[in-house]
């Protein structure tokens, strides 16, 4: 089924569920599309669209570039994984520029413009590197990183202290118990700092608060050094800090609207076959993974208000916060709620189950043969992220995308076997099928790269096809990681004005 791109716009502008995916490559989608595209990639649709698109009967609608087929592709294999209102959007991304919609470049688009948004609206304060480094040698400053831990070990501020977005208020009590300290928080660039920030003057912590401009991009632009493989983590707040942080979360929640829900009530919203819901547990991974409400998701809440389109595939759902703690959740629907989300609810009598870390659903992939080694004479193909590919592979392996096996065929000379590999295996069997369609004797290696014990080598010079499959953040660019920074900045800072061209993007404007 066709719908043209004004319907589009019409729909993702309105108040009715509706999912919009983008599925070409993310490094394609990457170099422009509508604003509340998700990028689920082809190559990688079953991994993704369960989790992003939980309900089936929701309208969802695909698109490609233009007249590339991969749209057409989408819908029959969501049309095989149950969804039964897909819809493929006339011309693409050429279609919706023809039409005379705004087409945005990046990724998590949302999220970003929305930091910019903020910036603006409240005049977030913010601190040069110069400022902060001049300010560290002879007064007390701390410093707070709101990435996750794995970010702020890359590369950190010195001294900084790796307190992951929603986290912030929830700990900051303890951290900063003096009024008179200045507190600095960070990111790699600038939308988290800019949240981070004004989380906590949400809050009304009685210290003085910046942002700093630009985060470690900006640190190093400035010719400082960060820091590497750091590990100074905020630890868990005393139970004076747990008080003091509801205290606050509660006047976030007044001032912002923060709704709020019972079991009892989820429960029915659970059987509600009209609606999407989505349940997220915006606490920590071991939190999550020590006890958790059955059926939730891990979606830290920084995150989640940092990358929304990775988590929520469907405008106007429903969306139940989960903190026992209710802080982190408070915090985290006062920023969906400005960014125009207008459905979501913190639950207040949260009870936690199971444990363990969550398994993903994805559709059961039909049995191939495997191997646990790798027999003479055969080829490997990796269908991992180039990214991993490049850090580590098996030796002599290609590096190709599913979705463009006709190229890897091309490009790979005869022989007695091809294996295919992925990061776990999973997406090497959903390709498999298709891979025997153009190769003869085709297997799957057991585990995939993960269960790789022998040498590895790194590089891509086997490549199959170009590297567009995901896209390369600034300091993956390590030749001219300055130029890719700097470039990056100013894509961040020109978000606040491309939006206002855009009708249907929402944000909500708080006094």
């Given at each position: 089924?066709?719908i043209?791109?004004?319907?589009?716009?019409?729909l993702?502008?309105?108040t009715?569920?509706?999912?919009?995916?983008?599925?070409?490559?993310?490094?394609?989608?990457?170099?422009?599309h509508?604003?509340?595209?998700?990028?689920?990639?082809?190559?990688r649709?079953?991994?993704v669209?369960?989790?992003?698109?939980?309900?089936?009967?929701?309208?969802?609608?695909?698109l490609?570039?233009?007249?590339?087929?991969?749209a057409?592709?989408?819908l029959?294999?969501?049309?095989?994984?149950?969804?039964?209102?897909?819809?493929?959007m006339e011309?693409?991304?050429?279609?919706?520029?023809?039409?005379?919609?705004?087409?945005f470049?990046?990724?998590?688009?949302?999220?970003?413009a929305f930091?910019?948004?903020?910036e603006?609206?409240?005049?977030?304060?913010?601190?040069t590197?110069?400022?902060?480094r001049?300010?560290?040698?002879?007064?007390?400053?701390?410093?707070?990183?709101?990435?996750?831990?794995?970010e702020?070990?890359r590369?950190?501020?010195?001294?900084?202290?790796?307190v992951?977005?929603?986290?912030?208020?929830?700990r900051i009590?303890?951290?900063?118990?003096?009024?008179?300290?200045?507190?600095?928080?960070?990111?790699a660039g600038?939308?988290?700092?800019?949240?981070?920030?004004?989380?906590?003057k949400?809050?009304?912590?009685?210290?003085?608060?910046?942002?700093?401009?630009d985060?470690?991009?900006?640190?190093?632009?400035?010719?400082?050094t960060?820091?590497?493989?750091s590990?100074?983590?905020a630890?868990?707040?005393?139970?004076?800090?747990?008080?003091?942080?509801?205290?606050?979360?509660?006047?976030?929640?007044?001032r912002?609207?923060?709704?709020?829900v019972?079991s009892?009530?989820l429960h029915?919203?659970?059987?509600?076959?009209?609606?999407t819901?989505?349940?997220?547990?915006?606490?920590?991974?071991?939190?999550?993974?020590?006890?958790h409400?059955?059926?939730?998701r891990?979606?830290p809440?920084?995150?989640l208000?940092q990358?929304?389109?990775?988590?929520?595939?469907?405008?106007?759902?429903?969306v139940?916060?989960?903190?026992?703690?209710?802080?982190?959740a408070?915090?985290?629907a006062?920023?969906l709620?400005?960014?125009g989300?207008?459905?979501?609810h913190?639950?207040?009598?949260?009870?936690?189950?199971?444990?363990?870390?969550?398994?993903?659903?994805?559709?059961?992939?039909?049995?191939?043969?495997?191997?646990?080694?790798?027999?003479?004479?055969?080829?490997?193909?990796?269908?991992s992220?180039?990214?991993r590919?490049?850090?580590?592979?098996?030796p002599?392996?290609?590096?190709?995308?599913r979705?463009?096996?006709?190229e890897?065929?091309a490009?790979?000379?005869?022989?007695?076997?091809?294996?295919?590999?992925?990061e776990?295996?999973?997406?090497?069997?959903l390709?498999?099928?298709?891979?025997a369609?153009?190769?003869?004797?085709?297997?799957?290696l057991?585990g995939?790269?993960?269960?790789w014990?022998?040498?590895?080598?790194?590089?891509?010079?086997?490549a199959?096809?170009t590297?567009?499959?995901?896209?390369?953040k600034?300091?993956?660019?390590?030749?001219?990681?300055?130029?890719?920074?700097r470039?990056?900045?100013?894509?961040?800072?020109?978000?606040?004005?491309?939006i206002?061209?855009?009708?249907?993007?929402?944000?909500?404007?708080?006094?």
């Open positions: 089924m066709a043209s791109a004004r319907r589009v716009s019409e993702v502008g309105g009715d569920e509706i999912a919009l995916l983008d599925v070409r490559e993310q490094g394609v989608h990457y170099r422009g509508p604003f509340y595209a998700c990028s689920v990639p082809l190559s649709l079953e991994l669209v369960p989790d992003l698109v939980p309900r089936k009967s929701v309208p969802v609608v695909v490609d570039g233009g007249n590339e087929g991969l057409e592709k989408a029959e294999r969501l049309t095989k994984l149950g969804y039964a209102d897909v819809s493929v011309g693409g991304c050429a279609g919706w520029k023809a039409a005379g919609f705004e087409l470049s990046g990724v998590n688009v949302p999220s970003k930091g910019e948004f903020v603006h609206h409240y005049g977030t304060p913010r601190i590197p110069g400022e902060l001049r300010l560290q040698q002879f007064k007390k400053v701390l410093v707070l990183d709101s990435r996750p831990f794995e702020y070990q590369m950190s501020i010195p001294g900084g202290i790796d992951p977005g929603a986290e912030l208020v929830y009590h303890d951290l900063a118990p003096s009024p008179d300290t200045l507190v600095v928080v960070n990111c600038r939308t988290r700092s800019i949240i981070g920030c004004q989380s906590l949400n809050a009304g912590i009685p210290n003085p608060v910046v942002a700093l401009k985060g470690t991009m900006g640190w190093e632009l400035a010719g400082f960060c820091e590497r493989n590990a100074r983590a630890p868990a707040p005393s139970q004076d800090g747990r008080q003091k942080a509801l205290a606050a979360a509660e006047r976030v929640a007044k912002f609207e923060v709704k709020f019972e009892d009530r029915e919203w659970h059987k509600d076959s009209s609606r819901l989505y349940v997220l547990d915006v606490r920590t991974r071991e939190e999550f993974e020590r006890s409400v059955v059926g939730s891990h979606a809440g920084g995150q208000v990358a929304s389109d990775e988590y929520v595939g469907v405008r106007n759902a429903r139940v916060l989960v903190d026992p703690e209710l802080v982190r408070i915090m985290t006062s920023w709620n400005q960014m989300w207008s459905d979501v913190v639950l207040e009598d949260a009870q936690l189950g199971e444990g363990g870390a969550r398994k993903p659903k994805i559709p059961g992939t039909p049995p191939w043969q495997t191997v646990s080694a790798i027999p003479e004479g055969a080829a490997v193909l990796d269908l992220t180039s990214l590919f490049q850090k580590a592979h098996i002599g392996a290609w590096w190709g995308v979705s463009r096996l006709q890897a065929h490009r790979i000379p005869p022989a007695q076997m091809l294996v295919l590999t992925s776990d295996g999973v997406l090497a069997h390709a498999a099928p298709e891979a369609e153009l190769f003869s004797n085709v297997v799957v057991e995939g790269n993960a269960a014990r022998g040498a590895c080598e790194s590089g891509v010079e086997r199959t096809t590297r567009d499959d995901v896209w390369y600034p300091y993956d660019h390590s030749a001219d990681y300055l130029k890719h920074a470039d990056y900045l100013d894509w961040e800072v020109a978000l606040v004005e491309q206002k061209r855009d009708p249907t993007i929402r944000f909500r404007a708080y006094s």
